[in-house]
């Protein structure tokens, strides 16, 4: 199983990035699929998730209303629109396959916010 995240960088605070993560080696649909973020010095945590079916979406309080998660399960790609960034996004971002007792991570994608 491969996921591999893309679409991080640089963006000035209140500007926006579009994460990807694409996913091989798994049937795809089959999974829940979710974004968690480790800023440095902080334990990782769950930004959002996402429905095998993209039906059930649930986020962090501190994203809610910015961060949009959406799949294409045509392409085996998961995405995270990041709007209204602030500094204190800057974080690894890490893709994450979940069903039952299988759990799967990318390598991660640094997004910094920074002026």
């Known amino acids: 199983v491969h996921l591999v995240e893309s679409g991080g960088g640089l963006v000035q605070p209140g500007g926006s990035l579009r994460l990807s993560c694409a996913a091989s080696?798994?049937?795809?649909?089959?999974?829940?699929m979710s974004w968690y973020r480790q800023a440095p010095g902080k334990e990782r945590e769950l930004v959002a998730v996402i429905g095998s079916i993209g039906s059930i979406t649930n986020y962090a309080d501190s994203v809610k209303g910015r961060f949009t998660i959406s799949r294409d399960n045509a392409k085996n790609t998961v995405y995270l629109q990041m709007n209204s960034l602030r500094p204190d996004d800057t974080a690894v971002y890490y893709c994450?396959?979940?069903?039952?007792?299988?759990?799967?991570w990318g390598q991660g994608t640094q997004v910094t916010v920074s002026s």
């Open positions: 994450n396959a979940f069903l039952g007792t299988r759990r799967y």
């Open positions: 080696g798994l049937t795809f649909s089959s999974y829940f």
